[in-house]
């Protein structure tokens, strides 16, 4: 059974960092791409970051280029998402999956809120 669970978010100030991590189950991750995703209400989720199996390769939202840094631990089958810079509009649930330009499972963890106040 694939499961994701995603750490604790919380409330940051504006400006202020903060770094998701993400064990994954169920499913061997060392062979899989995995991304992070966000939902802020009233809108639909969006991929924020993605990162290769190996590692190499990483992509990223506009809206957060140069702020958030994901990376992984095969051996933890964790991932990661470093944020930096934060702002109000980076509000939201963060969730993690599979996959590199979609999400492969089906299947979303509870996610995460993270509130970003101004």
């Known amino acids: 059974e694939v499961q994701f669970a995603e750490s604790r978010g919380g409330l940051v100030q504006s400006g202020g960092s903060l770094k998701l991590s993400c064990a994954a189950s169920?499913?061997?991750?060392?062979?899989?791409?995995m991304s992070w995703y966000r939902q802020a209400p009233g809108k639909e989720r969006e991929l924020v970051a993605a990162i290769s199996n190996g590692g190499a390769a990483t992509r990223y939202a506009d809206s957060v280029k140069g702020r958030f840094s994901i990376s992984r631990d095969n051996a933890k089958s964790t991932v990661y998402l470093q944020m930096n810079s934060l702002k109000p509009e980076d509000t939201a649930v963060y969730y993690c999956?599979?996959?590199?330009?979609?999400?492969?499972?089906?299947?979303w963890g509870q996610g995460t809120q993270v509130t970003v106040s101004s």
């Open positions: 999956n599979a996959g590199y330009y979609s999400a492969y499972f089906d299947y």
């Open positions: 169920g499913f061997a991750l060392k062979n899989y791409a």
